[in-house]
């Protein structure tokens, strides 16, 4: 009992300066929802790249970032005597003691100033976090005031470029190479040594966390445990490392959800409203066309499915269009203060099976929602009152 | 022959506001099975609303219309539409095709309420475009076609389903002189050959006269004529 989609399709095409019209304003609001979606899943994204299934990292317990956390050497000391830990041919756990405090350097280009994060590490870090690449230079010598930097920090700051100086402390360091992280946390950082950075900020042995790798992922529960029971690490926590970069994107990705949505939200009434008035407009110039079909014997419902149709076929190719705009935003990378760790953090949009569906369901709400007032009209048009339309 | 219309002493009023406008005043009509029958009277006399009522897109005040052994008058919404897919046959003065389908398409659309398969529509709908004469135009658009052509795919759209009953309401109205005799010949022909049951409303005398039955209306009630009725 169903009028033929073609009906609908070709009455889209015959109206085309309206259906562009109505599809733009839909295109726009599904543009800017998917990419609100694809900034807050590209910081989760970068984060989660950051750490590594089979790492573990240690903190002071309730410290949300390593910026504010601090642990003992001797702490690291005891913990690197634990089996769960996997070591070297050397028998040496492969683990890093890093250190991490906070630099003020200059946008380029801008008056602004941007908080970049100083990693201490060891030489393990390297073996832990194989996601990071030397890209240009050469890596720090331990014990000489160098650095590495990386690339987002390099391509995006003042005097970050290889060869140039930075300021940490009381003194200048210099950059001795640039490092490319991927799309992990670690290109916004600047790496050196750690001892180093200890001496520099008068830290003496106190560091901000300890990243480890388990000989075995399914040991993390019985290490937890050990370190929980343990009376010298009862002011630890223990956490997957992936977890905790997961737990350090949740603000921020939730705050550009949460405005990004809001302000979606609003611009769809907008879009919903130039649905209806399109589909009200439709049903107008199809009055004595509705009475035909309802004459020939199309029930109500025939005739509410294929207005219906038509509002979502309209909000399906303004989400196919706005989704495949917002698709070109993942070649678009940008850096701003990570609320997690109060940090410079790059990120980019970041696509994904999930952001596809839900623009496409909230398409489709959108239509259902701009549609079924003038599809009801429609539906519920006295027949004769719309055969005389036409005489 | 056998009656198959049967209007009994049927009323229609209409409102506007709060005042009664009667239309139809205890009108009572029978039109035998295979009768071609035309329905004149001056504007306003009711004969469309007579029309309207018969083939089931409108409801009377009271009274009852049984065609073919169904009292019409007593079936809801749902029922009345699938009565009508299944047993009436339209033909309006403005063709009343759908614009953005073809001319096949525009035949089509009938059978898309039954249960055919592709094979038999395609038969069925080539079938009364042959009829009508328009076998080589059936993949155009309305607006590619004469306004006669398109009376004609609106008469094989209405014969598609091969209904009980043809309702025509002024066919010739908006055509020429050379295409009304055209689509006037082809009604004749439907009647005839086909043995199609036809009410036809009309003004023009030259219309009626293809009819074999000529009813008159004047302010909601039916006249006397001369044969006899």
Partial sequence: ?391 | MSTLVQVNQVSKIYYRGTIEIPVLQNLSLDVPEGEFMALMGPSGSGKTTLLNLISGIDRPTSGSIVIAGTDIAKLNETQLAKWRSQNIGFIFQFYNLIPVLTAYENVELPLELTNLSKKEKKQRVEGVLNIVGLSDRMDHYPKQLSGGQQQRVAIARAIVTDPTLIIGDEPTGDLDRKSAEEILNLMDRLNKEFKKTIVMVTHDPHAAQKAHLTRHLEKGELMINGDGK
């Fill in chain 1, 1 to 391: 009992m169903k009028i033929p989609i073609s009906y609908n399709w070709r009455n889209l095409w015959t109206r085309r300066l309206t259906t562009l019209l109505t599809v733009t304003g839909i295109s726009l609001v599904v543009f800017v929802f998917a990419a609100v979606l694809m900034l807050s899943q590209g910081v989760k994204d970068t984060l989660v790249a950051t750490g590594s299934e089979d790492n573990v990292i240690v903190l002071r317990k309730g410290s949300s970032s390593e910026l504010i956390s601090s642990i003992g050497r001797e702490q690291i000391d005891l913990i690197s005597t634990f089996p769960e830990l996997a070591r070297n041919k050397d028998n040496q756990p492969y683990g890093t003691a890093d250190v991490v405090t906070m630099i003020n350097l200059n946008r380029k280009g801008t008056a602004d100033m941007g908080n970049i994060s100083i990693r201490g590490i060891t030489s393990s870090a390297f073996d832990l976090r194989p996601q990071v690449h030397l890209e240009k230079g050469k890596w720090f010598t331990p014990g000489q005031m160098e650095v590495v930097v990386g690339n987002k920090i390099s391509e995006q700051f003042e005097n970050a470029e290889l060869g140039g100086q930075i300021a940490i402390g009381s003194k200048n360091w210099t950059i001795v190479g640039v490092m490319d992280a991927g799309k992990t946390g670690f290109a916004s950082e600047i790496w050196t040594d750690a001892d180093l950075v200890l001496n520099e900020f008068n830290r003496e042995n106190v560091f901000s966390s300890y990243t480890f790798r388990l000989a075995d992922v399914n040991d993390f529960e019985v290490l937890k445990t050990k370190i929980e029971t343990e009376k010298r690490l009862q002011d630890l926590d223990v956490k997957q490392e992936q977890k905790f970069y997961l737990e350090q994107s949740e603000f921020m990705a939730t705050f550009i959800s949460a405005l990004g949505l809001v302000i979606t939200i609003i611009f769809s009434f907008g879009a919903m409203i130039g649905a209806m008035i399109t589909m009200y407009a439709a049903v107008a110039n199809r009055t004595v066309e509705i009475g035909t079909l309802r004459a020939l014997g199309f029930p109500r419902r025939s005739i509410l499915t294929a207005f219906l149709i038509e509002a979502m076929a309209l909000s399906l190719i303004g989400a196919g269009v706005g989704l495949g705009l917002a698709s070109f935003m993942q070649f678009v990378s940008f850096s701003t203060t990570n609320f997690g760790s109060f940090s410079e953090l790059a990120f980019g949009f970041s696509l994904s099976s999930e952001i596809v569906l839900s623009t496409f369901v909230f398409a489709i709400v959108m239509g259902i929602f701009g549609g079924f007032l003038p599809a009801v009209r429609a539906s519920r048009m006295n027949i004769v009152n719309s055969l005389r339309a036409g005489g």
